[in-house]
């Protein structure tokens, strides 16, 4: 599996930083995990077409991790692309009311000519990825979601605060892509703070930490250390790695 960073920011103005978007490429497919502000122009930036997503995985209903799909989905009206036919949208309970509401507002310019499969469940499998979502403690709909693919297993946390069950969940991740929105002194209500994520790997064995969702109090660590035997990395838009 391969993951690429689209958006290592949050919901503010920050440069260089787009809000919550991850491409994650395996066995031929392409998930975005998230779909926030500037989604096509970071694909673009990564040489991928808006027309080349298989499936989206959309963790809560706050704009800094969905906009990007309803401009997904403008963008597939036009001729420029030849889109497949069909895209998966899945995620938090709710979600197909949430994003058919603004079908319904905006008319057939949020209408693209291809199937809209939507799935709430909280597991399946596409195309040999296993995927798991869990609740988050954020809001009331929010989840993360874990993905495994050929023995490689990546966790992502959506929007979360700190909650014990998580260190389960993460345990054996070779990747947790873990959102870092509050400062360490600073505490944010349904946000991690650094330290947070720190006390989860002295707990879980997780081979590599992507620390993402930064805000500039956030956005103080060093580029790339090792806590114990976990790599940490401050990660930044367009930032790949390879499973
Ligand atoms: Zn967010
Ligand atoms: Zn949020």
Redesign the pocket.
């Known amino acids: 599996m391969d993951i690429t960073v689209l958006g290592s920011g949050?919901?503010i103005q920050f440069e260089e930083r787009a809000?919550?978007s991850f491409l994650i490429e395996a066995n031929g497919k392409k998930i975005l995990l998230d779909a926030g502000f500037h989604l096509l122009d970071r694909l673009e930036k990564n040489g991928i077409m808006a027309d080349e997503i298989d499936a989206v995985y959309i963790s809560h209903k706050?704009p800094?991790?969905f906009f990007g799909l309803l401009h997904l989905l403008f963008a597939l009206k036009n001729r420029y692309y030849s889109p497949k036919e069909k895209l998966h949208i899945f995620g938090f309970k709710g979600l197909e009311a949430w994003i058919r509401s603004f079908q319904k507002l905006m008319g057939r310019w949020l209408e693209p000519n291809i199937e809209l499969i939507f799935s709430e469940d909280t597991k399946g499998e596409f195309d040999e990825i296993k995927w798991q979502t869990f609740k988050t403690v954020h809001s009331p709909e929010s989840t993360g979601i874990v993905l495994e693919s050929k023995g490689k297993k990546i966790v992502y946390s959506g929007?979360t605060e700190m909650f014990d069950k998580l260190i389960n969940i993460v345990n054996l991740a070779d990747v947790f892509i873990a959102?870092c929105?509050s400062g360490n002194n600073k505490k944010i209500k349904g946000h991690m703070c650094l330290n947070d994520i720190l006390y989860i790997t002295e707990s879980a064995k997780v081979a590599r930490v992507l620390l993402t969702?930064i805000y500039p109090e956030t956005d103080q660590t060093d580029a790339e250390w090792k806590h114990g035997a976990t790599l940490f990395t401050r990660s930044y838009d367009h930032y790949k790695i390879s499973l």
Do not use: L
Request: aromatic fraction near 0%; charged fraction near 25%; avoid cysteine.
């Open positions: 949050s919901a809000s919550a706050h800094d991790h929007d959102e929105g969702h």
